[in-house]
């Protein structure tokens, strides 16, 4: 296993829209290693394959305080969602950077397994904003897009400045 890059934003990369799985195969597999790797290094509780350049339809989720329960989507589509819930959004993208952003409160989604099964998942709380947050990612959008235009230009040439300084 790896710990792989990962793209920092404004990264014009982070805007590419991902590609469906089409089979899930080592490649993969080996994909989903790296990344549940690099998540756990960060440390973040979502990775987004476009997060370290591959852009393809793969994210995955560990909202487990204890770190010992990975979900891996691959090919994920929101099947149903309902309400309304503003919460407090980071990235590992956009480190140092917290934002309310206002999604569904509840999301049903559903995706392929590592195995390639298909599964569906009813998801509330941190794991839905963390599932619609990841999916973004594959749309090529991040969180701070939400913000207002000000809002945004402060992070983008924070950002910037950080990398910079790097
Ligand atoms: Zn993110």
Redesign the pocket.
Known sequence: MAVLNILNYPDPRLHTVAKPVKEVDANIRRLINDMTETMYAAPGI?L?AT?VNQHIQLLIIDTSETKDALQVFINPKIIEKNGERAFEEG????PGVYESVTRAETVKVEALNRHGEKFTLHAEGLLSVCIQ??MD?LLGK??VEYLSPLKRSRIKNKMLKLSRQK
């Open positions: 979502g987004a997060q990235c590992l993208s956009v947050h990841e990612h991040v969180f």
